[in-house]
């Protein structure tokens, strides 16, 4: 079952964005086939700052505001995929406010091993 959860770095560059009255830009998104130890334990989602096995990057195809929340699309190519690849994370990351050359992991998605 998916769970999903913004990590803490994530929740802090919201918080820092707000503050400097900027717009929170999603820049990337990365698959991977990597599980959690304890895949019941929020903090263990939250705590992340990078996938646990990175394969591959995706694109940001669309961010839409759905009341509170945003919506963000994923788009991942399987075109250059030599061998199966089981996309068992996604993580989608944000420019740094402070820092615009840097990204910060906002939300950690991981599928388990189903």
């Known amino acids: 079952m998916l769970k999903a959860y913004i990590t803490t ?3 802090a560059a919201l918080t820092r ?23 019941v334990d929020p903090d263990l989602y939250k705590a992340r700052t990078a996938l646990v ?10 961010v839409k505001r759905q009341g509170d929340a945003a919506k963000v699309s994923v788009q991942l ?11 068992r994370e996604i993580g989608v ?14 939300c950690y998605a991981n599928f388990g091993d189903t």
Do not use: C, M, R, W
Not at 17 to 39: C, K, M, P, R, Y
Not at 77 to 87: M, R, W
């Open 9 to 11: 770095v994530g929740a």
């Open 17 to 39: 964005a707000i503050a400097l009255h900027q717009a929170l830009n999603f820049s990337a998104a990365e698959v991977g086939n990597g599980t959690l130890t304890d895949a």
């Open 53 to 62: 096995a990175k394969q591959k990057d995706a694109g940001i195809s669309s």
């Open 77 to 87: 190519s399987n075109a250059d995929l030599s061998a199966a690849l089981t996309v």
């Open 93 to 106: 990351y944000v420019t740094d406010p402070d820092n615009s050359t840097q990204k910060i992991l906002f």
